[in-house]
């Protein structure tokens, strides 16, 4: 099992979720969290304690995490690469973790049963 964590422009949630749908993937997680990575969104102003200023170079992202079986991970990144990206800077990334063990809390179930 792996776990996919997918950093992308919130607007292309809906997207992404029918790309999981049609991959019959058990469920996903999904967070609001600011970042920034090349692009380098940055607000600048002052801090009126120290009279300096700051560079905040985070924008609004949308954070997806799925676990999912070994088998569908290149699709879902093929998938997600050909209906997410925009070809701009700062469409996002995707992180892959192997997962040791799930475990359905309610039945008990392990592994790929528990997905």
């Known amino acids: 099992m792996k776990e ?9 949630l809906e997207v992404l979720k029918s790309i999981l749908d049609e991959k019959n993937c058990g469920g ?3 967070s609001t969290v600011m970042g920034c990575g ?17 560079t905040i170079n985070l924008l609004p992202k949308v954070r997806v995490e799925v676990v999912v079986e070994d ?13 997410v990206a925009t070809g701009h800077v700062g469409d ?19 592994g790929e049963k528990a997905l």
Do not use: C, H, W, Y
Request: net charge positive; aromatic share 4%.
């Open 4 to 12: 996919i964590i997918l950093i992308i422009r919130p607007e292309k």
């Open 38 to 54: 090349t692009q380098k969104g940055t607000v600048e102003g002052v801090n009126e304690i120290k009279g300096f200023k700051t």
């Open 92 to 110: 996002g990334k995707i992180f892959i973790r192997n997962i040791e063990e799930a475990i359905r809390i309610r039945t008990g179930e392990r």
């Open 71 to 83: 088998s569908k991970v290149e699709q879902i990144i093929l998938d997600v690469r050909e209906k």
């Open 28 to 30: 996903m997680t999904i």
